[in-house]
């Protein structure tokens, strides 16, 4: 019999030059499109020595608006204060869905 447990998901990853020309990846929280067409994507930092999965770690995330699609695309800069307004209320509908989900696996 497989074990399905095993094949719940891969990881999206995406892979940015930071300003010195050095590649960092980033794990995809969230992608999301809104009504007026613009994409966003939320991704916070792949850490090799993460702690264990037992331990609540605070991770940073980080959000662009991006267009294109598959592995070429382009990240946009959010400057505008009500994009991050949104950003902002959108991740914490997240955290609370996630937490929610933790909570009714234990």
């Given at each position: ?25 980033f ?22 020595e ?24 382009n ?21 609370s ?10």
């Amino acid at each position: 019999m497989p074990d399905d447990a095993n094949h719940e998901h891969q990881q999206e990853t995406v892979i940015i030059s930071n300003e010195e020309g050095e590649q960092e990846t980033f794990e995809v929280l969230y992608r999301f499109e809104r009504d007026n067409g613009h994409q966003y994507i939320l991704l916070t930092p792949v850490d090799e020595e993460e702690a264990a999965d037992d331990e609540t770690v605070e991770q940073e995330v980080y959000a662009f608006r991006y267009e294109g699609d598959g592995e070429n695309i382009n990240l946009i800069p959010i400057e505008d204060d009500s994009e991050w307004d949104m950003i902002e209320e959108v991740l914490h509908t997240l955290e609370s869905e996630w937490n929610d989900d933790e909570d009714n696996e234990g």
